[in-house]
């Protein structure tokens, strides 16, 4: 496993800008009042402002569905660039912070590589009223590209990013070059397999969460009981924010993106895909949102990632397939350097 040196951070006092929290009567996502409540140890703000991240962050601000908002993002330079770019989409329970390893590997092969954080996500604005669509996250990443003046990327997709992945390429292939989809959710349709579940239901679990039950849930899904310092890292943004007194803010952002994700498949779209796709599958990997409220018999066929690779790629026209035997969600931690080999072969 690469280390990551953390860099000087460039966002100190960057507070992203959302609309004046509604009443506790309008909305469930009502932060406590300024001083209502003390803030623990080890707390997060929901704009993630006391977190750092393992390179500078920017903002790029514009105004959605009658809101102003911000998006965050890591644009990291190569030290001998080879003049091209890769976009590189986090998943559900992710921020661009999680792909310091993947940012390091790739610059030094000399990409520049742009890793914004979605609406709802990381250092991003979470608007209490909004509407997310895997269609309006694409479409606000290609207008940030756009303000950065670049044309085309490679487009690389983690968990729920791989969906994104798959919806902006599918809205913007004359500007995705190359697609790489690392374990992606999304390969089966969610909607077909578990009954509907409102947003408050998805909310009333959210505020549920706990630092412990996230580490535990990450242990048990990712890597299969087993657990080190590196994967402790990725739970420390979720588990602080639990911490903070506005965490409902981020747990009803939260709950609207598992109802995007529910509702808003993109398995069906998978043969439409016109760019050259490699998709980096460890097949350890039970990852299937709902199963818990699936029936039984159909809880236990999703998540077959063994069956979910060969199918996408069948789906997939000319898709080509990288298995990695004993490695779980996350190869990009759990087993780098086959990662590595997979994404930057592929790329080059």
């Given at each position: 496993m690469?280390?990551?040196?953390?860099?000087t951070?460039?966002f100190?006092?960057?507070?992203?800008?959302?609309?004046?929290?509604p009443?506790?009567?309008?909305?469930?996502?009502?932060?406590?009042?300024?001083?209502a409540?003390?803030?623990?140890?080890?707390?997060?703000?929901?704009d993630?402002?006391?977190?750092?991240y393992?390179?500078?962050?920017?903002?790029?601000?514009?105004?959605?569905?009658?809101?102003?908002?911000?998006?965050?993002y890591?644009?990291v330079?190569?030290?001998?660039?080879?003049?091209?770019?890769?976009?590189?989409?986090?998943g559900?329970?992710?921020?661009?912070?999680?792909?310091?390893?993947?940012?390091?590997?790739l610059?030094?092969?000399?990409?520049?590589?742009?890793?914004?954080?979605?609406?709802?996500?990381?250092?991003?604005?979470k608007?209490?009223?909004?509407?997310?669509?895997f269609?309006?996250?694409a479409?606000?990443?290609?207008?940030l590209l756009d303000?950065?003046?670049i044309a085309?990327?490679?487009v690389?997709?983690?968990?729920?990013?791989?969906?994104?992945?798959?919806?902006?390429?599918?809205l913007?292939?004359?500007a995705?070059?190359?697609?790489?989809l690392?374990n992606?959710?999304?390969?089966?349709?969610?909607?077909?397999?578990?009954?509907?579940?409102?947003v408050d239901?998805?909310?009333?679990?959210?505020?549920?969460?706990?630092?412990?039950?996230?580490?535990?849930?990450?242990?048990?899904?990712y890597y299969?009981g087993?657990w080190?310092?590196?994967?402790?890292?990725?739970?420390?943004?979720?588990?602080?924010w639990t911490?903070?007194?506005a965490?409902?803010?981020?747990?009803?952002a939260?709950?609207?993106?598992?109802d995007?994700?529910l509702?808003?498949?993109v398995?069906?779209?998978?043969?439409?895909?016109?760019?050259?796709?490699?998709?980096?599958?460890?097949?350890?990997?039970k990852?299937?949102?709902?199963?818990?409220?699936?029936?039984?018999d159909?809880?236990?066929?999703?998540?077959?990632?063994?069956t979910?690779?060969?199918?996408?790629?069948?789906?997939i026209?000319?898709?080509?397939?990288?298995?990695l035997?004993?490695v779980?969600?996350?190869?990009?931690?759990?087993?780098?350097?086959?990662?590595?080999?997979?994404?930057?072969?592929?790329?080059?």
């Amino acid at each position: 496993m690469r280390l990551v040196v953390a860099l000087t951070l460039a966002f100190a006092g960057c507070a992203a800008t959302r609309p004046v929290s509604p009443s506790p009567t309008s909305s469930p996502a009502s932060s406590p009042a300024t001083g209502a409540a003390p803030i623990p140890s080890g707390a997060i703000d929901p704009d993630a402002t006391n977190f750092d991240y393992p390179y500078p962050v920017s903002f790029y601000a514009f105004e959605s569905q009658g809101t102003p908002v911000r998006m965050a993002y890591l644009d990291v330079a190569a030290p001998t660039p080879n003049g091209r770019v890769v976009l590189l989409l986090h998943g559900k329970n992710f921020s661009a912070s999680a792909w310091a390893t993947t940012i390091a590997s790739l610059t030094g092969e000399g990409y520049r590589v742009i890793a914004p954080d979605q609406l709802g996500f990381g250092k991003s604005s979470k608007p209490a009223a909004y509407q997310y669509s895997f269609g309006a996250l694409a479409t606000h990443t290609r207008a940030l590209l756009d303000s950065l003046g670049i044309a085309r990327t490679d487009v690389v997709g983690h968990s729920m990013g791989g969906m994104l992945a798959v919806r902006y390429a599918l809205l913007h292939p004359e500007a995705t070059d190359k697609l790489v989809l690392v374990n992606p959710i999304g390969l089966e349709d969610y909607g077909a397999l578990v009954p509907y579940r409102t947003v408050d239901a998805w909310y009333a679990d959210e505020l549920k969460q706990t630092p412990e039950s996230i580490v535990a849930y990450q242990k048990k899904a990712y890597y299969d009981g087993a657990w080190k310092p590196e994967y402790e890292a990725l739970t420390r943004l979720q588990a602080g924010w639990t911490r903070h007194p506005a965490y409902p803010e981020v747990a009803w952002a939260s709950a609207r993106h598992y109802d995007m994700i529910l509702t808003q498949p993109v398995v069906h779209d998978l043969p439409r895909l016109r760019v050259p796709t490699r998709l980096i599958i460890g097949l350890r990997d039970k990852t299937a949102l709902g199963r818990s409220f699936a029936a039984p018999d159909v809880a236990a066929t999703m998540g077959d990632y063994v069956t979910l690779g060969k199918r996408a790629q069948a789906a997939i026209p000319g898709a080509e397939l990288v298995e990695l035997p004993g490695v779980g969600h996350i190869p990009q931690v759990e087993a780098f350097d086959a990662y590595e080999q997979a994404l930057v072969g592929f790329l080059r």
